[in-house]
Every structure is written in C-alpha cells, then in structure tokens.
C-alpha cells in the first residue's frame, strides 16, 4: 500500500556538436562539461537496479554542482559552445495518446538550474521506490523508514534550495514548490506509517500503538490538505486519486488509533469510552471507505479498511454486551471525547545526510 513516486525521464546530453568540442579541447572547464555526457542517468531501469541509479544521481548531482553560476557559462565557452540543452519528460503526465505522449510530455531548456532540479526530483523519487520495494520483514521496514525519511529530505532540499525563481517560471508541474511540498508530507507519513507497523509486530503497548496510529492519521491529513488547497494545476495533474488515497489513510489510521486506544480502555475496563471511541473510529472509517471504493483508490488499501471496519464492529459488539449485562456505564458523546494523543516519531532526514549514505546499505 506504500505509495512510490516514478523518475522522470530523459534523454542523453549527446551531440556531435558537444562531442567535437570537447574533444577539440584539453581544458579542465571543457572537461566538466564532457562529464555530464558520460555521467548523466537515464533512468532506464532495464539496465541498472534502483541501488545502482542512486548512486548514479548521487555522483551526477556532485558534478552538477561544480558547474553552477558561472562555472557553467565558461565551461561552455571553453569548448565553443554558445549552449547546452536538456531534455525531460513530466514524471505525472498520463498518456492520452500514445503517439503524441511522448514529445507533447517533453520539455527542453538550456538551463544548469533546470538539470539539477529534475535530478533531485528523480534522486527523491528512487529513495521512495526503494522504500516501498520490500516490507516483508522488521529488517526491511526499518531500512524503509529510513529511504522513506531520506525522500522527504530530497522534496524538501529540492524545494527550498534548486526550485527558484527561474525554475519554476517555466518547469512542469512536477517540478513545481507545492507538488514538492505534497510529496516531502507524503514521504514522512510513509515513514511514520512504517513505525507503526513496527509497534504493532513487536508487540507494544496498546497505548504506544494508539499514539504512533494517530500521528500517522495526522501526517496522511496533513498531506491531504496540503494536496486539496494546493494551486488547482498542481491537483488536477498529480489526480483524484492522490486526494482519495491521502483522505483515507488519514482515516484508516485515525481508527487504528481509536482501536489500539480501545484495547487499553477495556483492560482499565473503561467501557464507557471504549464503546465511544470505537464507535467513533467505525464511523470516520465507513464513511470514507464507502465514498472512495469505486473512486481509483487501491483495492489493498479498501480491502485494509474494511477488515479493521469489520474488527472493530466485533470489538464494539463485545464491549455493548458487556456493558449490558456487567457494568452499566454511561457512553460519553463523541464531542465529549479528548483528542487522542499522538507521539512524532521522527526526525527529519537532511539532504546532506541523504547523499553521503550508502545506498548499497539497502
């Protein structure tokens, strides 16, 4: 159910014209310029794996860096060249004509800003493709805690420090600050999310549980709004689907956090609220699941909500009998409830720290 965000592609920085000049030229600035050629990925994953292409970006994105400002302009003059052009394609566009996709998706710009920016994208993007490989055990969950923290750090590097002005005059949209922002928000519940996984197979506490559960509910609902006020080109080209996906996260994990909070209460034989609060988790649930079900939201993430759903309606069940024929509390109303207390379990991945880890830790 882990959501991974596609590279965006390229084509080579190849051209008789560049490879004439460079050869022409034995000048250390004219050799930056030839590095590129030889250095830029392409994201062709038919050739390399996820691990090898991190590295790529990683050692691209360094050479990038030593042509920036000037460096650039007097590289290109060294070896005779007035420009040098680079190609991508918008990494959310979907084909509604295979035959014109491919270069109505294109867009070409002779700036080094626009190069680095969609190599950033692409190094963010394969941290959450590796993230969201393998959850098949605590081992690769906590390595994808981390990837997914390390993708949050590149979106929020990339918008902060390469999106500027220039950028973002003429880029497309998936290179836009506010598609940035969604998908850092998105990345850092993907890695809360993983704790919680983690809480729950080893065991913890209900109340542990019930605060990581809710603090994932509160990264989902934060990246949802964030994607539903965002500018609506941003909305519309990354699609309804996001917005459906975000929203019920936001409420799967909400009611995750009203179920393990539930367990603690009936061990306190706090039935009462226990009955409140997992009526209120049943009721956010339901309604969310029944409006998203035929709306393109993974069949994994319904089939996910409809089995706590029905968990839940059986706890709930137990806890109505109970106070029937034991106890005979009062149920507290829903507006009478505390918020639930939640616990941030994670710190910020930094970009600094993204590209000096060895991505064949993974």
Known sequence: MATQVKEKKTTPISSNLLRGAVNASHDLRCSLIKRLEVEKPLADTSVSSLVERLESYRGYIESLSTLEGPTFTVSLQRCGLE???????????????????????????????FEKAAVWFNFAALYSQMAAADWSSMKRIKKACHAFQRSAGAFKFLKEHVLDSEVVLWASVDLSPESAVVLEKLMLAQAEECFFKLAVQTKKSPTCCSMVARQVGLRYQKAYETLNTSPPRVKKHLGKAWVSHLQLKASLFYAEACYHYSLKLHKEEEIGEEIARLRTGISR???????????????SLIDAALRLEENMTLKLKRAIRENVLIYSIRVPTESSLIDLPAADSLALSTPTEALITNAMDY
């Open 285 to 299: 649930l339901s309604n969310t699941t029944k409006s998203f079900i035929a709306k393109g939201v993974d069949s």
């Open 83 to 113: 420009s040098l052009s680079f190609t991508w394609h918008d990494a959310f566009k979907k084909p509604s004509n295979l035959l014109t996709f491919w270069k109505s998706n294109e867009e070409t710009h002779t700036s080094i800003r």
